[in-house]
């Protein structure tokens, strides 16, 4: 029995691998050289209760390399509680192509039932750009965003995945980074292998011609993660997705602080994951299975158990090292030995939360 299990074992080992040699056989760079080529460009960002985060990324928005002529920036106040919209307001104020929207409380659910994909929805109708870049008010953005992400529209492109990472301030942000890098490193691979995979809210850019054929965030179905829906409704409509992973495109965000902040933000993640198509839930559910499979190995036999987890840990370690490494990072090869345990503890919280009977908050909204 014990041998069926280290089979079944190696074989979600080997997942690691190939996505270890995909990185390194398989890996595309999307960009070209659009010096002689700027379009208009709209940035769009939902706000709400922010007041702590968004100067940070007012900062980096005020030192984008890009003509201020060709660039505007347009940040809705979804109905804060906090001075979000004073912030906003006062970093705008003197400059033509810097422009608050408030929401309105009669512009609730105008476009979407989802409060931050109607935010974008109006930003969208207002906005003049050939294309439109997205990321989110507790994020920051390095000064080379706008060009690069722009010479990665080709020909057919419709929406580009950027490349995030989390900024880890302690062990707990350090997991959550970890996290991160393993679930964008898959949907790279995937994407460049020409799959379906999703968008990206906090680094995405979408032409706007793909936006308007697609119908945008107003005609999205009901969803809590409007990046999925959009990205395929993009896909729908005929355009073609591709993820860029350069230091140049690399946005921050910022960890969860909290086990119930991240419980919750995983919750709404999850609402996602059940409308993927069954092979991208095969994908996902190989991580998880893993973990039972060893304890069972570790409980016939602790030094095979442990020799399969070692294995395992070793080429997700260079699968993970890889990704960071064309992002321009370095990781913690300590934080990577242990990273599994955090999963363990992760994916189990989280499947439990996410059938606890209750309502999924979001920025201060419940959502049923």
């Known amino acids: 029995m014990s041998w069926v299990l280290v089979f079944f074992a190696f074989l979600l080992i080997l ?41 940070h990324l007012l900062k980096c928005l005020s ?22 919209a004073g912030c906003i307001s006062a970093w705008a104020e003197g400059f033509s192509n810097r422009k608050l929207i408030s929401i309105l409380p ?39 965003w706008l060009k690069e992400g722009v010479g ?3 020909k057919d492109v419709g929406l580009v995945i950027g490349i995030t990472q989390v900024r880890s301030l302690d062990f707990f942000g350090e997991m959550q980074e970890l996290d991160w890098w393993n679930t964008l490193g898959i949907v790279k691979v995937v994407t460049d292998l020409g799959f379906s995979t ?62 119930g902040d991240l419980l919750r933000q995983r919750k709404r993640w999850m609402t996602g994951v059940m409308s993927l198509s069954t092979g991208w839930k095969i ?16 409980f016939n036999s602790l030094l095979l158990g442990f020799g399969v987890w070692l294995l395992k840990i070793l080429f997700q370690g260079l699968f993970l090292s890889e990704i960071a490494g064309k992002a321009g990072k370095n990781l913690n090869f300590g934080s990577v030995l242990i990273f599994d345990l955090y ?4 994916l ?14 979001w920025k201060s909204r419940n959502y049923p």
């Open 15 to 55: 997942q690691y691998a190939i996505l270890f040699v995909l990185v390194k056989k398989n890996w595309k760079n999307h960009a070209n050289d659009q010096s002689g080529r700027l379009p208009m460009v709209s940035i769009l960002i939902a706000a709400r209760n922010e007041e702590k985060d968004i100067p």
């Open 63 to 84: 030192f984008l390399d890009y003509p201020e002529d060709r660039l505007e920036i347009l940040l809705a106040d979804d109905q804060s509680e906090d001075k979000t």
């Open 106 to 144: 009669e512009q609730t659910n105008l476009y979407h039932p989802n409060g931050k994909a109607n935010a974008l929805a109006i930003l969208a109708h207002q906005a003049r750009g050939e294309l439109f870049f997205f990321t989110d008010a507790d994020c920051q953005v390095p000064a080379t």
């Open 152 to 154: 990665c529209f080709q």
């Open 198 to 259: 999703t968008g990206l809210g906090n680094n995405m850019m979408i032409s706007r011609e793909a936006y308007e054929n697609c119908g945008g965030f107003a005609g999205l179905p009901y969803s809590l993660t409007e990046d999925l829906e959009i990205s395929r409704s993009v896909k729908k409509a005929g355009y073609k997705l591709i993820h860029q992973v350069d230091p140049r495109l690399l946005v921050t965000t910022k960890a969860e602080s909290t086990w």
């Open 283 to 298: 994908l996902l559910g190989l991580q998880f299975l893993f973990f039972p499979l060893v304890g069972f190995l570790l």
């Open 343 to 346: 999963q363990i503890l992760t």
């Open 348 to 361: 189990s919280l989280t499947i439990l939360y996410y059938f606890w009977p209750v309502q999924t908050q």
